[in-house]
């Protein structure tokens, strides 16, 4: 039986979570092949939807297209989640952070990279 | 135990309903946020979106990577909902399900609350369990009633032939959530088809890591299934499914040509448009990966029939 075509948007994602990873353990095993590898606190298939939570604090972003799609649908253009309270945002922030969540995930947040 | 401890502010009186839009709802679905604001409003609810919401946190990615860190998250969003004096409302099951775990969890394990209030306090938050967390089908059918909703009832969608999702996390605790969904559909008219694939998951956890059968096996079936018995749209009520339907029907679509025309609709623009409101009120026939002109011709013909 022959390996189903690929799903490209599936792809785009892995490559998107990869993009997002500083070090890959597959590229470092041929180069230290007697380290042992191990499993990353995110998996490369997430890492680009939790990289947008810690930006937007939600999973989609809201630009132009869709604050036109709303007001078209009778809503106020920026729904009123942290898309527009970016105060919730920034306390979402402090809270990875003061949790350990950022360290542990090792979340590089200035670059926007995790390290594994 | 999290019943007792959630009923002290929120019990008897006056409710005030704070409606979690959650990730997908206010990107994706501007037509449901609508319709559901509106039915809600007609219903004479006091209800309005809450404000100053995060994602809610996914529990199918959160929870699986650490469960404290899960429990953390989701508690800024409670102790908000807490703050603001509101009843939390969810009609996406994901953003239900955390929620309604969490405030569980918090209330029988004073261990786990201390712990979330520990890193609440680094933001200047805190979180004590006084919150009711209800799914928007509770909402309808307990604090409304069916009888109340069946009033409201001015167009009855009678021949119009639906599949319904209501998605798995509404399972989870019982068959009351299902029930509900079922009822409400039924009381505006509308004739529920039984297919074999009505249980069967949407898929989107599983794209994660075998995104063919997420695909083919379950959305693909699905939708295979309702264009073969003509129905006029498929119901659904969970953000979460949504985003699934929509990312299938479009891969489908643009990577293997596989065409489907049977809109995707939430629940709560088939009670709208059963409570008289028309498409264009909340926006029906915009931004969907299949279009509802089908839908909307039908309702339209019906109505010049009369």
Request: with cysteine; hydrophobic share 35%; glycine share 8%.
């Amino acid at each position: 039986m022959s390996e189903p075509k690929p799903i490209k948007s599936w792809v785009k994602l892995l490559e998107a979570g990869k993009k997002a990873t500083k070090h890959q353990q597959s590229e470092e095993s041929v180069q230290y092949p007697l380290r042992r590898s191990f499993r990353p606190a995110a998996p490369d298939i997430a890492k680009a939807s939790l990289k947008r939570d810690f930006e937007v604090g939600l999973v989609y972003y809201v630009g132009d297209d869709i604050e036109q799609d709303r007001a078209l649908c009778g809503l106020e253009r920026r729904p009123p989640t942290a898309h527009t309270f970016k105060d919730a945002l920034e306390k979402k922030r402090i809270l990875l952070e003061k949790a350990g969540i950022t360290t542990k995930l090792g979340f590089d947040k200035k670059k926007g990279v995790f390290e594994y | 135990m999290a019943n007792s401890i959630s009923q002290t502010a929120n019990s008897g009186g006056h409710k005030k309903y704070g409606y979690f839009l959650g990730c997908v709802m206010p990107a994706k679905m501007p037509w449901a946020e609508k319709a559901t604001l509106m039915i809600s409003k007609h219903l004479g609810l006091d209800f309005e979106e809450m404000k100053e919401t995060l994602c809610c946190v996914r529990p199918g990615v959160w929870k699986a990577i650490n469960t404290d860190w899960w429990l953390t998250l989701t508690s800024q969003n409670l102790a908000n909902a807490e703050k603001q004096g509101i009843v939390l409302v969810d009609s996406c099951n994901g953003c239900w399900i955390s929620h309604y775990e969490t405030l569980k969890e918090l209330t029988e394990e004073p261990a786990k609350l201390e712990m979330v209030n520990r890193n609440l306090s680094s933001i200047g938050m805190h979180f004590s369990g006084d919150l009711k967390v209800k799914h928007f089908l509770e909402v309808l059918y307990e604090d409304v009633g069916l009888k109340k909703i069946r009033s409201n009832v001015v167009r009855p969608l009678d021949g119009f032939r639906i599949m319904r999702h209501i998605g798995c996390h509404a399972r989870k605790h019982g068959d009351k959530l299902p029930g509900y969904f079922d009822e409400i559909l039924r009381a505006t008219g509308v004739e529920i088809i039984d297919t074999p694939y009505d249980k069967t998951c949407c898929g989107l956890l599983l794209y994660f890591s075998d995104p063919h059968t997420s695909i083919f096996d379950r959305i693909g079936a699905k939708m295979s299934t309702a264009k073969e018995l003509d129905i006029d749209a498929y119901a659904i009520i969970c953000s979460g499914c949504y985003d699934q339907f929509e990312r299938a029907v479009k891969v489908l679509k643009d990577e293997r040509g596989i065409s489907f025309d049977t809109p995707i609709v939430h629940f709560s623009e088939l009670l709208a448009i059963a409570f008289g409101y028309k498409p264009d009120d909340f926006g029906m026939k915009y931004c969907r990966p299949i279009p509802t002109t089908k839908f909307i011709e039908k309702l339209a013909s019906k109505e010049g029939k009369k």
